[in-house]
């Protein structure tokens, strides 16, 4: 297998066809089984569609317009990467986070080059699979030279958020962290559903009558006893969840009950969230009740 560490730079504007984040930057590093560096490709690539780079952009990647001047424009440039990935050989991209696949993706789709992202095989996200053979929570997003730092690995004194030097220092990362297994765990074929999937937008559902809900669904457990709760109230929909008040036939508990609905890729996701009634009183006033936890759950000022 080649593994293929790759990052880029890009400068994000707004286009007729929309915002665009325009690749101006290929880094890539090629590493054997062995985690062995066999070979490194750099490229700028000359801005056809945003034109002038960012203040933001120029300031973190120490890219000039000068440098962008002479360079490829994006199809001679990824036909260059291509042309070095090699199709003799397996092999599996990798980036510290997915949002680098995504723009790459989002850049051949503007070129009507979507065919020729095939030549990538496998795709693994080396953040994920660092931060999980270093027993980091996947729920936190470690930025790379924070990561880097974290396991001991020689920064230097290389400029960072340059395209070369971050996937270089991503490979020196990935060496350290690689095993089988977590690879196994984190890699996927690169093929047509990995992109639909990678594109897709997931988004909370309002309508609880949408043909994709499933009414069985809003039937509920009693948490305490397990036995089936009978619903009292209406649904109320706020903050992208829709509330209901239940009761236990059995023990006679009360719930408020969320529900999320989320549609996502591979299709409905219906979560639900318990919060037992205590008395009366505090349903009365429960929104109240809710604002308060909310309030008191980030003290100000703890006299330190
Ligand atoms: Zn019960």
């Not at 199709?87 to 990798?94: T, Y």
């Not at 020689?154 to 020196?172: F, V, W, Y």
């Not at 047509?192 to 309002?206: A, G, H, P, T, V």
């Not at 009360?254 to 299709?267: A, E, M, P, R, V």
Request: glycine letters at 6%.
């Amino acid at each position: 297998m080649k593994y293929i560490i790759i990052d880029l730079e890009w400068n994000g504007a707004s286009t007729q066809e929309g915002f665009f984040n325009e690749i101006i930057e290929i880094g890539a590093v090629a590493l054997d089984d062995a985690m062995t560096v066999t070979g490194e490709f750099q490229a700028f690539v000359a801005p056809k569609q945003t034109r002038k780079l960012r203040g933001r952009i120029k300031e973190l990647t120490h890219i000039t317009n000068d440098d962008l001047k002479n360079a490829d424009g994006f199809i001679t440039v990824f036909r260059k990467l291509k042309a070095w990935i090699g199709k003799e050989e397996d092999n599996c991209m990798l980036s510290w986070g997915n949002s680098d696949i995504t723009v790459l993706y989002e850049n051949l789709k503007r070129y009507n080059l979507l065919d020729e992202i095939y030549v990538i095989k496998h795709y693994c996200d080396a953040q994920l699979l660092c931060q999980k053979a270093a027993d980091i929570s996947l729920a936190k997003q470690i930025g790379l030279s924070a990561f880097a730092e974290l396991i001991g690995v020689e920064i230097g004194e290389e400029q960072l958020h340059r395209a070369i030097n971050d996937s270089r220092l991503t490979a020196k990362c990935l060496a350290r962290m690689f095993t089988p297994a977590l690879y196994a765990e984190f890699a996927k074929k690169a093929d047509r559903i990995f992109y639909e999937r990678m594109n897709f937008k997931s988004y909370n559902l309002q309508d609880i009558y949408d043909e994709q809900v499933i009414f069985s669904d809003f039937m509920a457990e009693c948490p305490v006893c397990g036995t089936f709760m009978k619903r009292l109230s209406r649904f109320t929909y706020r903050n992208k969840k829709h509330y209901a008040r239940y009761c236990c036939a059995l023990c006679g508990r009360q719930f408020n009950i969320s529900h999320t609905l989320k549609i996502t890729y591979d299709g409905l996701e219906h979560k639900k969230l318990f919060h037992e009634i205590k008395d009366e009183e505090e349903t009365e006033s429960e929104e109240q009740t809710e604002n308060t936890v909310q309030e008191t759950a980030q003290p100000e000022g703890s006299g330190e």
